[in-house]
């Protein structure tokens, strides 16, 4: 019998990704649910998405 392995969330992958560009990037930031807003000094703002692919 094969082990079925746990699902990760997309929010969990979301979750992760933020911290380790909090950690990286000196802005700041706007968190949704499978998202993250980056908004830079300079007016630039950016907006990193997760997606499962299936």
Not at 7 to 18: L, N
Not at 37 to 45: A, K
Request: proline share 0%; aromatic share 6%; glycine share 2%.
């Amino acid at each position: 019998m094969e082990k079925q392995q746990e699902k990760i969330s997309v929010k969990d992958v979301t979750e992760e990704i933020t911290l380790l560009i909090k950690d990286e990037m000196v802005a700041t930031y706007m968190e949704e649910e499978n998202a993250l807003q980056i908004h830079f000094s300079n007016g630039q703002s950016f907006r990193v998405t997760v997606e499962e692919m299936e």
